[in-house]
T-cell receptor, first 114, second 114 residues
Framework: NAGVTQTPKFQVLKTGQSMTLQCAQD?????MYWYRQDPGMGLRLIYY???????DKGEVPNGYNVSRLNKREFSLRLESAAPSQTSVYFC?????????????FGPGTRLTVL | AQTVTQSQPEMSVQEAETVTLSCTYD???????LFWYKQPPSRQMILVIR??????QNATENRFSVNFQKAAKSFSLKISDSQLGDTAMYFC???????????FGKGITLSVRP
């Protein structure tokens, strides 16, 4: 089992460019999450998908959109990248949405917006 | 809203000694979960230990144990017999029992000296 995979691992964008971060899990988990990690701060939730077919905003959703493509895949899109979106992005998944299950994290994507 | 505070930005410990990392949190919830995550230089987020608030007994996982003080809203992590591989950032996190949104502290950088 690969667990949670993310592509790409690194990306450099210019201000105004768009891109999609891909995330996939092979653990048959129902819930998936996108976090960002900035220096001196813990991870903050951007968007989540409690189950296939549903998505909802987290703590810092502005400037992002998400798509739960199927049960395995959950993508994060930056429509018009800004320097403030320079960060490390983590995808995670858990079996259920009830708070009783461990979240498993991907290896992260380091994004730089110039 | 919940907040998680880790007031020590950095700590250092000699190999084989014991170190305690502090965490306090604020919530009006009565049922919740608390976590310690480890993030080594590889960037991978790894669950170290988890505590269920309705359990009075402190959680233990091998060399890792917690001191959970519910009334004081304190959740510290004790690492015994520190090893070089324990060098990492450690994040304290909170989760309500009813959903899987994680709220993280800012993290503490732990260095284990040989």
């Amino acid at each position: 089992n690969a667990g949670v995979t993310q592509t790409p691992k690194f990306q450099v964008l210019k201000t105004g460019q768009s891109m999609t971060l891909q995330c996939a899990q092979d653990m048959n988990h129902n819930s998936m999450y996108w976090y960002r990690q900035d220096p001196g701060m813990g991870l903050r939730l951007i968007y989540y998908s409690a189950s296939e077919g549903t998505t909802d905003k987290g703590e810092v959703p502005n400037g992002y959109n998400v798509s739960r493509l199927n049960k395995r895949e959950f993508s994060l899109r930056l429509e018009s990248a800004a320097p403030s979106q320079t960060s490390v992005y983590f995808c995670a998944s858990s079996l259920t949405w009830t708070g009783n299950d461990e979240q498993f994290f991907g290896p992260g994507t380091r994004l730089t917006v110039l | 809203a919940q907040t998680v505070t880790q007031s020590q930005p950095e700590m250092s410990v000699q190999e084989a000694e014991t170190v305690t990392l502090s965490c306090t949190y604020d919530t009006s919830e009565n049922n919740y979960y608390l976590f310690w995550y480890k993030q080594p230089p590889s960037r991978q987020m790894i669950l170290v230990i988890r505590q269920e608030a309705y359990k009075q007994q402190n959680a233990t996982e091998n060399r890792f144990s917690v001191n959970f003080q519910k009334a004081a809203k304190s959740f510290s992590l004790k690492i015994s017999d520190s090893q070089l591989g324990d060098t990492a950032m450690y994040f304290c996190a909170f989760m309500k029992r009813t959903n899987s949104k994680l709220t993280f502290g800012k993290g503490i950088t732990l260095s284990v000296r040989p």
